[in-house]
C-alpha cells in the first residue's frame, strides 16, 4: 500500500478513537464532578471542556492502569467511561445542536486535521519516500509509543538497549499507545501520535473557552467576536520571519524552521505537531489552578472534588511535561505564598491538599523517572536566556549582561503580536478589574512565574527544553489578554489596529514559513540538513524493510542498522524491532553518555568498515544485535566480497537486506 495512503488512513482512524477513548471519557468526567461549569455550557463549549477534561486528567490514570495491570485493562476502563457519557450525553445534545454552527466547527477541525496530516506524514510517490522535518522528534514520539504498546511501563528504552527501563515524561504516550493499541494493523505509533496531536489542539481551544469565562475579562464582549479575535492570533508566531532574512543576507541559506535562529517560542500550530506532549502539560497545569481558582472565587463546588480534580490535573501535568510543570510549581509556590500573606487559610490548604494528591499519583512515575537517567552532570543550570542576534558578538559576562538587558526585546521578538497585545490589556485595563476573580491573578502569577524560569535557567539534557516549554504557560496568559484587548475593541479606541495588523502578519509569515520549511527543507542548501531523507529511494525500501521485519521477525529481536550519520529515523519511525543504539543522541532516555559513546564505538565499524563475516559477528553479538539491517548507503554495500553478500539475507531488495548476526559464517549464497 502507498506509505501516504497508508499513513493518511493511520491518522484519520487514530482520530476517530479519541471520541471513544478521550473525549467522551473526558465529558463522563465532566458530568460526574461539574467541574468548570461543565453542566450548564452550551453543546459546543461543553464538547471542548470534555477534550480538555481528557487530555488534562486521563494521562496519569491511565498510567497508572497500565503499569499496575496492562494497556488493554486501560483501553477498556476507557472504553466503559466513555459509554457511561453516551446517555447523559444524547440527551444534553438532543435539540440544542445549532447546525450552520456545527458545520462551521466541523470545518475548522476537517482544517485542523489537514494541518495535522501535513506536518507529520511521508509523502511516498511510487519511487522515494519524502519526510517532513518533524521526523527529527516524530521518531522519539513514534518509537515511546510502540515501547509502550510493547512492554507496558516504565517504558523500554527505544534508543539504547538495557535492561533498565527509560526515564522520561511519558504520559502523552500512554494515551497514544491505547489509541495505537486499539487501532490494530490500521494505527501505528506515529499515526496515533497525529491523532493525539489534533485533539490537543481542540483541547487548547477548550482551555482558552474556560479561561476566557474564569476570569471573566470578556463577559461585556460579544462571544462571536471572541470567537473570532481566538481564531485569528491563534495561528500568529512571534516575529522571527525578520531573523530569517537576516540569517539570509548574512549566510545566503533559508533556514527551514524560523524559531531556530532563537531560542524557541514556538507559535501554537508549530507546538501541536512538533511537541503536543508540553502543550498538553501546560492544559494540564492550568486545568489544575482553574479548578481551585472557581472554588476561590466562592463557587458552590464540593472542596473535596475541587481537591481531588486538581491533584489528578497537576500529576498529569508532571508526567506530561517535566518541563511545564517546574513552570506550574513555581506559580503553585507563589500562589500558596500571596494567598497567606492574605491570611486565605482555606485557599491555601486547598491548594495543598491538590499537590499532596498530586505527589502520591505522580510518586510512581517519578520514582521511575529518577531511577532510569544517567546523567553525571546537573540537569537545569543557570543561563541567561540566549538571544539569537547577540550570539557570536561578544562571550563570558559581557554577552550574559548583554542578553540580559535585552531580554525584553528578545522575548518581545518571540511572542510578536501577543506581546503587543500583553502590553496593550494592561494600558487599558486595571489592575483591581484584571485581577477581579482569581483565575484572572493566576494569569499575571503563572506568566511571571514561566517567563522568570524560561529567562534565567536552562535544562542541560541534550537541549534546552525547559526554556523552550516552560513559557507555554505564559503564551497562554498574554494569548487570553491579547484576545480580551481585541474584543473590546482597545486597538480601535487607542488608535493601534495598524500596530496590531502588521505584528499579526509578521506573525502569520513566521508560521507559514515554518510550515513550508517543514516539506521544503532540501531546497534551503543548507549541509547540515544533507543527512535528513538524503536518499527517499533508501527510505522508501527501508520503510517496506522494516514493515516487513516487524511481520517476520520475533519482536525483542535487535535489529540494528547504521547509527554512524548525526541522527536516523527509519528504525523509530517504521520498525517494531528494539534497537542496540540509535545515534549520537540516544542518551535521551536515560542512558548514561559514556555507554552511548562506546556502543557507538562498537557498532559503527560494521556499517563503515569494510570487516569479515566473522569481525562483524563478533561486533554485532558483543553488542546485544541479532540481525543487521544494511543499506546501498553503507560501506559493505559497495564491496561484492563483503559479509553482506556473502551471508543469507532474512530479506533482500534493490537498496536494503537484512541479515541474521548467527549466518554471517561467511559461506557465499
Known amino acids: 500500500m502507498n ?137 522519539k514520539h513514534a518509537s515511546l509509543t510502540r515501547s509502550i504498546v510493547q512492554d507496558g511501563l516504565p517504558p523500554v528504552d527505544p534508543f539504547f538497549a538495557r535492561p533498565e527501563r527509560a526515564g522520561y515524561y511519558y504520559f502523552f504516550y500512554t494515551l497514544c499507545a491505547l489509541t495505537d493499541w486499539a487501532g490494530g494493523t490500521l494505527v501505528d505509533g506515529r499515526t496515533a501520535f497525529a491523532g493525539m496531536a489534533f485533539w490537543t489542539g481542540i483541547g487548547l481551544l477548550g482551555l482558552l473557552d474556560r479561561l476566557l469565562a474564569a476570569t471573566g475579562l470578556v463577559r461585556d464582549a460579544s462571544p462571536r467576536r471572541v470567537r473570532f479575535a481566538t481564531l485569528l492570533l491563534l495561528p500568529a508566531g512571534g516575529l522571527d520571519i525578520l531573523l530569517v532574512v537576516r540569517n539570509r543576507i548574512a549566510t545566503g541559506f533559508w533556514i527551514p524552521m524560523p524559531e531556530w535562529l532563537n531560542e524557541q517560542v514556538l507559535n501554537w500550530p508549530s507546538s501541536l505537531v512538533w511537541v503536543p506532549h508540553h502543550v498538553a502539560g501546560a492544559l494540564a497545569g492550568w486545568l489544575g489552578f482553574l479548578v481551585l481558582a472557581e472554588t476561590a472565587d466562592g463557587t458552590r463546588r464540593p472542596p473535596g472534588a475541587a481537591i481531588a480534580v486538581s491533584g489528578i490535573a497537576f500529576a498529569a501535568c508532571a508526567g506530561l511535561s517535566v518541563w511545564v510543570c517546574l513552570g506550574t510549581v513555581a506559580a503553585a509556590g507563589t500562589w500558596l505564598a500571596l494567598l497567606a500573606i492574605e491570611r486565605r487559610w ?213 535489529l540494528q542498522a547504521a547509527s554512524s550519520a548525526p541522527r536516523v529515523f527509519d528504525f523509530g519511525l517504521y520498525g517494531s524491532q528494539p534497537v542496540a543504539v540509535a545515534d549520537r543522541e540516544a542518551r535521551l532516555f536515560g542512558a548514561p553518555q559514556e555507554a552511548v559513546a562506546a556502543r557507538l564505538a562498537q557498532v559503527a565499524p560494521i556499517f563503515s568498515d569494510v570487516l569479515t563475516a566473522d569481525d562483524v559477528h563478533r561486533l554485532a553479538a558483543g553488542a546485544g544485535i541479532g540481525a543487521l539491517i544494511v543499506t546501498a548507503q553503507d560501506a559493505p554495500w559497495g564491496n561484492p566480497e563483503s559479509w553482506v553478500w556473502r551471508g543469507r539475507p532474512l530479506y533482500a531488495s534493490p537498496l536494503v537486506r537484512i541479515l541474521s548476526v548467527e549466518d554471517l559464517d561467511g559461506r557465499p549464497r
Open 3 to 139: 506509505g501516504s495512503l497508508s499513513d493518511m488512513s493511520g491518522v484519520l482512524v487514530a482520530t476517530l478513537l479519541g471520541v471513544p477513548l478521550m473525549l467522551l471519557p473526558g465529558y463522563a468526567l465532566g458530568s460526574l464532578t461539574g467541574i468548570l461549569g461543565f453542566r450548564s455550557l452550551a453543546p459546543g463549549g461543553r464538547l471542548l471542556c470534555s477534550v480538555l477534561l481528557g487530555i488534562g486528567l486521563l494521562p496519569v490514570l491511565d498510567s497508572l492502569l497500565v503499569q499496575a495491570v496492562s494497556i488493554s485493562v486501560a483501553v477498556l476502563a476507557n472504553g466503559a467511561l466513555g459509554l457511561a457519557a453516551l446517555v447523559p450525553a444524547s440527551r444534553a445534545f438532543r435539540g440544542r445542536i445549532d447546525l450552520p454552527a456545527a458545520g462551521r466547527g466541523l470545518a475548522l477541525a476537517a482544517l485542523w486535521l489537514g494541518i495535522v496530516v501535513y506536518a507529520l506524514i511521508d509523502i511516498d510517490t511510487g519511487t522515494g519516500l519524502y519526510q517532513p522535518v518533524t521526523v527529527i522528534d516524530l521518531v
Open 346 to 558: 482555606r485557599d491555601a490548604g486547598r491548594l495543598v491538599a491538590a499537590g499532596l494528591v498530586a505527589a502520591v499519583l505522580a510518586a510512581p512515575y517519578l520514582s521511575g523517572l529518577l531511577a532510569s537517567r544517567g546523567e553525571a552532570g546537573q540537569a537545569i543550570v543557570f543561563g541567561v536566556r540566549s538571544f539569537g542576534p547577540l550570539e557570536g558578538m561578544a562571550d563570558g559576562p559581557a554577552l550574559s549582561l548583554l542578553r540580559l538587558i535585552l531580554l525584553p526585546v528578545n522575548y518581545y521578538l518571540a511572542f510578536g503580536v501577543l506581546a503587543a497585545g500583553a502590553f496593550l490589556f494592561w494600558r487599558i485595563v486595571p489592575r483591581s478589574e484584571a485581577h477581579a476573580r482569581e483565575a484572572g491573578r493566576l494569569l499575571t502569577i503563572v506568566a511571571a512565574s514561566s517567563l522568570l524560569i524560561g529567562g534565567f535557567l536552562r535544562s542541560a539534557i541534550l537541549y534546552n527544553d525547559l526554556g523552550w516549554r516552560v513559557v507555554l504557560l505564559a503564551q497562554v496568559a498574554t494569548l487570553v489578554w491579547t484576545v480580551a484587548a481585541l474584543s473590546r475593541g482597545a486597538g480601535v479606541r487607542l488608535r493601534l489596529p495598524g500596530v496590531i495588523a502588521g505584528l499579526l502578519l509578521l506573525g502569520y509569515a513566521t508560521t507559514l514559513y515554518g510550515f513550508a520549511g517543514m516539506r521544503a527543507y532540501p531546497a534551503s542548501g543548507a549541509s547540515s540538513f544533507a543527512f535528513l531523507n538524503g536518499r527517499p529511494d533508501i527510505d522508501r525500501a527501508l520503510r517496506a524493510a522494516y514493515a516487513w521485519a516487524g511481520i517476520h521477525l520475533p519482536r525483542n529481536l535487535v
